[in-house]
């Protein structure tokens, strides 16, 4: 199988011939240096852009390919003050907008970082058909937290569980935030997107009630989700930390497999996720500084406890270095090939 036959294979339940190996967000600086990248134009560079990127599947052997490399270009499109980081720390969003009505999106499409997104999926679908392309987006809860200020999300998630007038203010954040989702999804499916991977990082328990997203996030999700699939896309779920108390929720969206880390144990995300695929859970630390048998003893451990695809846990880290990445992914190729 082609690595990306065997991501549709997994995501359709289907037999595959071995685990995926899959990854999230992909900024790693050593694929960065090698291909000469410069920080900070490879965040809308999208030649320098795939050339790091695509090294994941090339050198490391993951059969993915993700593309941008953080979750700030929603943000810096709309006009968002985004601190750009440096080579190897992400860009993070400084600023928010006070009313919902203060968004205007009319012409995010034109926005540089969002052009630079949508002309690598292009090449990179083009250099790589055998992947799997998959666009890093934001998802509902966590873009209209990046709107509003991740302070005021936490204040207003808290408030609209007690109050109808907080509920309706935060459904017109989550309102906007669902049109630019869908602005964005629309234009990663035509470029080429196999599959679109959803981080919704702060509609995680450790930020929010898990009773705001059940009210709230889920049917976002939903709602995303229902799009992608009109216009015959899958998509992937990922939301940070223990996700237990949510998992059922999660699996409820209709994404197509749910992401974990570390902190949630496998077995159990898979009794509660039910028939939707689980994967993830790999500790990601372990690609900057882990030994060969730590690295393998994780690997094996969530791959036992019924994950359909090897992933890290939320991301691979900038500091990865490329003899553990490989360690990883030979991990799950040895597993499968006692196992399948």
């Known amino acids: 199988m082609t690595s990306r036959e065997r991501v549709i294979a997994m995501i359709n339940r289907k037999p595959v011939d071995r685990i995926p190996v899959i990854t999230g967000s992909a900024m790693v600086v050593e694929y960065i240096q090698k291909i000469g990248g410069v920080w900070p134009e490879y965040h809308r560079n999208a030649e320098m852009m795939v050339n790091a990127v695509s090294m994941m599947h090339t050198d490391a052997g993951t059969d993915n390919i993700v593309i941008p490399f953080g979750m700030f270009i929603e943000s ?41 997104t949508i002309e690598a999926i292009k090449l990179a679908k083009e250099r790589f058909p055998d992947a799997a392309i998959c666009p890093f987006l934001v998802a509902p809860v966590t873009l209209a937290g990046d709107l509003m200020g991740a302070e005021n999300l936490a204040r207003l998630s808290l408030k609209c569980l007690k109050k109808e007038e907080h509920m309706e203010k935060m459904k017109k954040w989550i309102s906007v935030a669902l049109e630019i989702n869908k602005i964005y999804a629309r234009a990663c499916i035509e470029a080429g997107a196999d599959i679109l991977y959803y981080s919704d990082a702060s509609a995680s328990p450790n930020l929010v009630m898990p009773d705001f997203y059940y009210k709230v996030g889920v049917p976002a999700e939903k709602e995303l989700g229902d799009f992608i699939h009109s216009l015959g896309c899958p998509w992937e779920l990922h939301i940070c930390g223990n996700a237990v ?57 969530g791959l ?37």
Do not use: H
């Not at 205007?104 to 969002?114: A, G, R, S, T």
């Not at 695809?309 to 490989?326: N, V, W, Y």
């Open 76 to 116: 810096i499109a709309l006009g968002l003050d985004v601190k750009m980081g440096a080579l190897d720390i992400q860009p993070s969003v400084r600023s928010s907008f006070k009313e919902p009505t203060d968004v205007k999106y009319e012409n995010f499409l034109e926005d540089p970082y969002v052009r630079t």
């Open 245 to 301: 108390p949510i998992l059922e929720g999660m699996a409820s969206t209709g994404a197509d497999f749910l992401s974990i880390e570390q902190a949630v144990g496998m077995k159990e995300a898979v009794r509660i996720a039910g028939n939707v695929p689980v994967v993830g859970n790999v500790t990601p630390n372990l690609m900057i500084d882990g030994t060969e048998e730590q690295i393998i003893s994780d690997v094996r451990k």
């Open 304 to 340: 036992d406890g019924g994950a359909k695809a090897s992933m890290l846990g939320c991301g691979t880290p900038p500091s990865s270095t490329s003899d553990r990445l490989k360690i990883w992914v030979k991990a799950v190729r040895d597993w499968s090939a006692e196992n399948l």
